[in-house]
């Protein structure tokens, strides 16, 4: 995942969920089935994003091939400014963290959006 920041994140999730969804409404035709399939894909996705940005966020060691990648100062620089803006990513307020806290949450809801994109127009014939 080598191009997480909260700009891209949330498009990225539901373009995941979009193509999970097509391709499982295609191949899994038990109801039962596909929603289980979504549910593991959507836990392991979601959690795949949210150890990479968080690790990003708190400028974990292990993601400094990522953030130097691209060009950013530290992994938080990378998450709040995305190569795009300039925020004070060293001085963050109280508001900026519960602020990113918030974003990390939504995350899900990208997701879901993708898999009910997915599914418009799947019972039409």
């Known amino acids: 995942m080598p191009y997480d920041s909260f700009l891209i994140d949330g498009p990225w999730l539901v373009s995941i969920g979009w193509l999970a969804g097509k391709i499982l409404n295609r191949f899994v035709k038990d109801e039962n089935q596909n929603k289980r399939w979504r549910w593991a894909l959507g836990i392991g996705t979601i959690l795949i994003?949210?150890?990479?940005?968080?690790?990003?966020?708190f400028n974990k060691e292990w993601t400094r091939w990522i953030w130097e990648m691209c060009g950013a100062e530290s992994g938080r620089d990378w998450m709040i400014n995305s190569g795009v803006f300039n925020f004070d990513h060293e001085n963050v307020s109280t508001k900026g963290h519960v602020l990113a806290a918030l974003l990390f949450l939504s995350y899900p809801v990208w997701l879901a959006a993708g898999f009910k994109l997915a599914d418009r127009g799947k019972n039409k014939t």
């Open 49 to 57: 994003f949210w150890v990479t940005s968080i690790s990003l966020y």
